[in-house]
């Protein structure tokens, strides 16, 4: 039985936990057990799921993502363990102690390879630009000169035809895109957690209504992958506003694609843990090159 499985519950049912299985019954179908840890996300599509506490409990000890979906089955909510890192105090001292300037290469660091990575996206759709290439080596310490939005007008223009990229707007590829940044922020809340890091706390991401600020930084670099996706379904004719479930499993699959870290081939799911941890060096000794980066196509 495969590791790092994702669980989509799109059925009525019941969880619940027996001799560490997750338990699934749904309504008229035969139940299905599946080992907690070979599970890293649960989604909970369908609000008529019930959960036990005891599942909860375990959920929690056993460091998986837990997502809740809206009416429209877009998730909005996770449920994450709380800090279980052994010296979570002198981590969280340091991390609001930041200082400034580091805060700024870190940013910088991230937004760098972004850029670096949607250039690699065009690469492989057969769109290369020069222009957007050229933004990645032209970064400065806190992205002063905003080069993120400028690389994304032209990545977003080259990538999709007729698209605008707006989380509120009515197109199928904003939806998917919408659903698939989602997952991957809740495991790297996940990841950034099992490290002893608080979300809240961000490197540029810093708005005190936003639990995840640290998370939405971090998330920058594996965006491209989900757009991987997302572009490789419009041209399959597989996309629609309503996000079937194959979509959403094909979404679901970003987490179990690979990208390049110290010249190795690394899960998304790992790449997660890579970038938690090495943050956590970077932090500690104030140098920013300890921060370990995935590398996209």
Known sequence: MSAWRTILVSKPCRLSMKNRQLVYEPKDEPTITVPLEDITVIVLENNASSLSSALLSHIAESNIALFTCDNYHM??????????????????????????????????????????????????????????????????????????????????????????????????????????????????????????????FGVFHHSELNAYNLADDMIEPLRPMVDIVVKKLELEDALDVHLGVETKTALLNVLVMEMRVNDENVLVLNVCDIMAQSFVKAMKLSDVNRLLLPKAV
């Not at 250039?119 to 933004?135: H, N, P, S, T």
């Not at 035809?161 to 997952?183: C, E, H, P, S, V």
């Open 75 to 200: 998730p909005n909510g996770l449920f994450s363990p709380f800090h279980q890192h052994s010296r979570l105090s002198q981590i969280a001292h340091i991390q609001v102690e930041m200082k400034l300037p580091l805060k700024k290469q870190i940013w910088q660091k991230i937004i760098t390879q972004k850029i670096s990575n949607q250039a690699g996206v065009l690469r492989y759709f057969d769109k290369e630009d020069f222009q957007v290439k050229i933004l990645e080596t032209k970064v400065k310490s806190g992205d002063s000169e905003n080069l993120e939005a400028l690389a994304a007008r032209r990545y977003w223009s080259l990538l999709f035809n007729d698209f605008t990229r707006d989380q509120k707007a009515l197109d199928a590829r904003n939806i998917a895109l919408n659903y698939g940044y989602a997952i991957l922020r809740g495991v790297v809340a996940r990841s950034l957690v099992a490290y002893g890091l608080f979300p809240t």
